[in-house]
């Protein structure tokens, strides 16, 4: 099963996501959950990263994913990292829907900082 972990803070604000494991839903190669799921996260850290600048810890391991929001530069660009954000949550959850034998989404809270 692949997991995907999006962690918010105090204030709601998703400060990292971390995508593990495979779904087995079919061969590899030929596994259209993995792929559904991996290219949305990975498109999520290309807008963040390519387009908005954002700086980012960024762990790529092979079948894991996890990147953490360090700082948004610019205060005018947070509508557009929390837009990239919450779209791939409604791709996470629409994929969880229709795959939840082999994929889920689970939501965490932190306390600790805000981005």
């Known amino acids: 099963m692949v997991i995907v972990t999006v962690t918010r803070d105090i204030?709601?604000?998703i400060v990292q996501f971390e995508g593990s494991g495979h779904a087995d839903f079919a061969k590899v190669g030929?596994?259209?959950?993995?792929?559904?799921?991996?290219?949305?996260?990975?498109?999520?850290?290309?807008?963040?990263?390519?387009?908005?600048?954002?700086?980012?810890?960024?762990?790529?391991?092979?079948g894991n994913l996890r990147v953490r929001i360090k700082k948004i530069p610019q205060e005018s660009l947070r509508v557009s990292v929390e837009a990239i954000l919450e779209t791939m949550v409604l791709g996470l959850k629409a994929i969880e829907k229709e795959y939840k034998e082999?994929?889920?989404?689970?939501?965490?809270?932190?306390?600790?900082r805000s981005v």
């Open 30 to 62: 030929e596994d259209i959950v993995c792929a559904a799921v991996s290219s949305l996260l990975q498109t999520t850290l290309l807008g963040l990263q390519e387009h908005l600048k954002i700086n980012l810890e960024i762990n790529k391991k092979k």
């Open 11 to 13: 204030k709601g604000k």
């Open 102 to 112: 082999y994929m889920k989404l689970e939501v965490h809270l932190v306390i600790e």
